[in-house]
């Protein structure tokens, strides 16, 4: 009796084409995932600069309605009691954040996709976010939370003179209009965390995606 030679097993063809299927299928899967991930921590860091909007506001409220300062553009997570123009100092009282005894990072001021570009030492020293120091007010040019980084430093102004279309603070990376060329630009991701355009708070207390035109100097 002749043995019929094709039945059994898979031929190397086959084989080959099953191993196909299921790397499309795994990079199809990973795909999602790495979506699903991204939109999660997109509204996690929405979430985030929401309630520090209504921190700000509060603070606001309770301060003749000056935003807090003076402070620096770009903004560190790191909570260190001794050291001012820290928007996470000013506003620790509003959100519920307790004083530390020696600096530590602020989760709330780092946003989930920015620990995920960075190593866990690197938060110490991060810049995390980038204020606007530059808003166009009719003719002429306001900084709504004072300077320190300017030689003459200067003071904060009341959030209702400022503009409520224009942002007040965005995510903060190597290429951001506003942190390109400064002394702390290495104290950043090299690039957005936030694809395909970056996150800001606003004046009048929403969040939303940003053009780099949006961002510029006015």
Known sequence: MIRDKTCGGFTLVELLVVLGVIAVLA???LAVLLKTGASSDRSKAISNM?????GIALFAADNDGKLPGPLWPGQLAQFDPARSGRLVREL???LGIT???????????????YRKAVTTSFLDSARTYVL????????????PWGNLALPASTQPLKL???PGQAW?????????????????????PPNPIHTPRRLAWF?????????????ALP
Do not use: C, K
Request: glycine share 10%; hydrophobic share 40%.
């Open 160 to 162: 209702a003179a400022i």
């Open 99 to 113: 004083t530390p005894t020696s600096p530590r990072v602020e989760p709330l001021f780092v946003p989930p996709a």
């Open 168 to 188: 007040g603070f965005s995510d903060a990376d190597a290429i951001h209009p506003r942190v390109t060329g400064t002394s702390w630009v290495g104290n950043t």
């Open 27 to 29: 990079a199809l899967s």
């Open 132 to 143: 606007n120091m530059s808003v166009r007010e009719g003719s002429g040019i306001v900084i």
């Open 50 to 54: 929401r309630q520090i909007g209504a």
């Open 203 to 215: 004046f009048n207390g929403s969040v939303s995606p940003v053009e780099d035109a949006d961002l």
């Open 92 to 94: 620790a009282p509003y």
